[in-house]
């Protein structure tokens, strides 16, 4: 009788401690180690990814963003009073405390991941090899159906330069500014799968050559037997590292990709399974569970702790996040994973890391709750010591890397949400059951050690700074 009086008297505690992580309007963000500096609403707009450019002696935002919803397809632009549908948001952060928003270039119409132009990569002309020195080049998504660039030298007034379309499905390019190669995700009508790559010379973003398609042998037009894993996004190290990384998947049946770019930029083009394959040296294959959303390179860490061994003091080491797909943990979940490269033909991983479910309830919050992506900069500010992780509902989580054996927490900021923050519903009981919480979905860093996060449902964009212990590991004052 005592024991269950216990279980009876302990159920309301549990349910209520659930109950107060619940986020509420008016509430303060949650934070260690990570302030807020400044926020823009960039209208109320969904948003993917955002890419911080230094223009001059100005810092310019390009933010991507998802279509639009059931409830407003096409939010009013405040600039011109008109409704457009979610395209590119452009804000000046010079000063971050006071964001700037000087420009909505609208993209495709549609809802959610059906339009808007969620996908942005920015140039300089003067970097470029055959660029407008005068110019600077924003390569975007267009909904499902293209790829644009766009002189944005003067940010508040976009000029389009070219278009790439005839697509069916495009995502998460990469774009190598100092030779102009371009990763282009792209849905190819004849392909076997949604998204594959469009390997293109964008070194003159006028005049687009194609050098080839590429992905997984058994993708390609004419291919026989099981389909495999269509890709998410490619991240290139360059001439320099000579690698492209490539993650297929996003929450399930993942897979890192490990492609010489020599041999993909001048091997044989034709998408034969030969051909496909030919460029490859290495892969390492995931569980059914888990995908691979982002594979970012850390080439050459040193391992303190391998100092004195004959071999192997330094690692080449790839971060793989997944992507959480559904709302209140109704799947596995989705982390982070360090992969250890440095022997390509045999990878393997080292390490994993997630946000521990109890410190915050984050399965009763509502909405997603698990990896989405990192940081993509390899400025040296925060390269290799600190990687920063969308995590949805649980915000962005500040990682200490430089041993990535051993990745540690140091910081993390969960925003507060709005009256503009967007429900997210699951079903159950043959009803919607419909919770209000934070959705951080990507995140970017800027050279003067800021960090920029985006929110999937519509709270806008929260710009931070390490503060504390992470701020000392990140080398700032």
Excluded at 249 to 269: C, F, H, N, S, Y
Aim: with cysteine.
């Amino acid at each position: 009788m005592m024991r269950l009086a216990l279980l009876i008297v302990g159920a309301p505690i549990l349910a209520g401690g659930a109950v107060a992580q619940q986020q509420k309007i008016g509430d303060p963000p949650e934070a260690s180690n990570m302030r807020l500096v400044g926020w823009n609403d960039l209208q109320g707009r969904s948003a993917y990814q955002p890419t911080i450019h230094r223009q001059g002696d100005r810092w310019i935002a390009y933010i991507g963003h998802h279509g639009g919803t059931d409830a407003v397809a096409a939010p009013i632009n405040s600039l011109t009073g008109k409704a457009e549908p979610n395209g590119t948001s452009i804000v000046d952060v010079t000063d971050p405390a006071n964001p700037r928003y000087l420009h909505h270039l609208p993209g495709q119409e549609g809802k959610y991941e059906s339009g808007g132009a969620q996908m942005v990569r920015v140039c300089d002309g003067a970097t470029l090899p055959k660029g407008d020195r005068r110019a600077v080049y924003m390569l975007r998504t267009f909904g499902s159906e293209a790829h644009e660039i766009w002189n944005v030298a003067d940010p508040a007034n976009p000029a389009l330069v070219t278009r790439i379309a005839g697509l069916k499905d495009t995502h998460k390019s990469w774009w190598e500014c100092d030779t102009g190669i371009a990763y282009l995700v792209s849905g190819v009508p004849d392909w076997r799968v949604r998204r594959m790559t469009q390997v293109y010379d964008l070194s003159d973003p006028a005049h687009p050559v194609k050098i080839r398609d590429f992905g997984l042998a058994g993708q390609q037009p004419g291919a026989v037997g099981a389909v495999p894993t269509e890709l998410h996004g490619p991240i290139s190290t360059g001439p320099g590292g000579n690698r492209v990384y490539f993650g297929y998947g996003t929450d399930k049946g993942g897979m890192l990709q490990i492609v010489d770019r020599e041999k993909l930029l001048k091997g044989p083009a034709a998408p034969t399974d030969d051909n496909l394959r030919y460029p490859e040296v290495g892969r390492l294959l995931m569980s059914a569970w888990n995908g691979a959303h982002t594979t970012f390179p850390l080439p050459q860490m040193p391992i303190a702790e391998f100092a004195h061994d004959s071999e192997g003091a330094k690692r080449d080491i790839v971060m793989v996040v997944d992507e959480a797909i559904q709302n209140e943990c109704r799947e596995a979940r989705q982390m982070v994973w360090f992969a250890d490269v440095s022997i390509e033909a045999r990878p393997m991983m080292i390490s994993n890391w997630t946000v521990p479910e109890a410190s915050g309830h984050f399965c009763q919050r509502g909405g997603r709750f698990g990896a989405h992506s990192s940081n993509e900069s390899m400025d040296p500010i925060f390269y290799r010591k600190l990687a920063f992780i969308a995590f949805f509902n649980a915000g962005v989580r500040a990682l200490d890397i430089r041993d990535p054996y051993h990745p540690m927490e140091i910081g993390y900021f969960i925003p507060a949400i709005t009256d503009k923050t967007d429900k997210r519903c699951v079903r159950g009981g043959g009803q919607d059951r419909c919770r209000t919480a934070i959705q951080t979905n990507n995140v970017e860093t800027d050279a003067r050690g800021y960090v920029y996060i985006v929110d999937r449902a519509n709270t806008g964009l929260h710009i931070l700074e390490l503060t504390g212990p992470a701020r000392t590991v990140a080398g700032l004052k």
